[in-house]
């Protein structure tokens, strides 16, 4: 089945702990993009990558990093977390621009 | 820069109404592509319609239909008869080929609450 699978689905952590969300998808997408969700502002673009070794910021990108070292898998790094990125996050991919993104299931975060 | 606005925040109709969601965008692009994304309380994000800048035909599925006018930047979307089943959160999304190559900008969304 083509998916895009995010791990793990619910994550409470403390503020400072170094923390991974993995994404990997199956069906040899080109882009892959991070997405956290807030009520009332939508879903806003965290990083997005184009192919391997290919990164760029979305609009949301401070406190977060990410890494395309495979094709298929696009980890988002919390290095120090914080409260204000309690959320809910979606990783996505896309074959193309011309194309919308494939989202997982999304991961529930809570730094407290 | 990309934007796009969806105005309504929530929507409230009993069965069987009909509900229109606005979505307006901004680009400079003369190439792109626009989406819906529905959200249901489950929260997984369904994909429901693409459609391209060169493209103004106005599309119908089932109950769905969408109106798209470059004119006034608008791609708006009209649930017919309308039923429990399609409350949710609705995301109007926009997809620039030149400007930003992978950036895929939504709007607010909108809440659809259908009432028996």
């Known amino acids: 089945e083509a998916q895009v699978t995010q791990n793990p689905r619910y994550l409470i952590t403390v503020t400072g702990k170094k923390l991974t969300v993995t994404c990997s998808q199956n069906m040899n997408h080109e882009y892959m993009s991070w997405y956290r969700q807030d009520p009332g502002l939508g879903l806003r673009q965290i990083y997005y990558?184009?192919?391997?070794?290919?990164?760029d910021k979305g609009d949301v990108p401070e406190g977060y990093k990410v890494s395309r070292k495979e094709k298929r898998n696009f980890p988002l790094i919390l290095e120090s977390p914080s409260p204000n990125q309690t959320s809910l996050y979606f990783c996505a991919s896309s074959s193309g621009t011309a194309h919308g993104y494939t989202f997982g299931s999304g991961t529930r975060l809570t730094v407290v | 820069a990309q934007k796009v606005t969806q105005a309504q925040t929530e929507i409230s109709v009993v069965e069987k109404e009909d509900v229109t969601l606005d979505c307006v965008y901004e680009?400079?692009?003369?190439?792109?592509?626009l989406f819906w994304y529905k959200q249901p309380p489950s929260g997984e994000l369904v994909f429901l319609i693409r459609?391209?800048?060169?493209?103004?035909q106005n599309e119908i599925s089932g109950r769905y239909s969408w109106n798209f006018q470059k004119s006034t930047s608008s791609f708006n979307f009209t649930i017919t008869a309308s039923q429990v089943v399609d409350s949710a959160v609705y995301f109007c999304a926009l997809r620039t080929t030149t400007d930003s190559w992978g950036k895929f900008q939504f709007g607010a969304g909108t809440q659809v609450v259908v009432t028996p």
């Open positions: 680009t400079r692009d003369t190439t792109y592509y």
């Open positions: 459609r391209n800048s060169f493209d103004e």
């Open positions: 990558s184009m192919n391997v070794e290919v990164t």
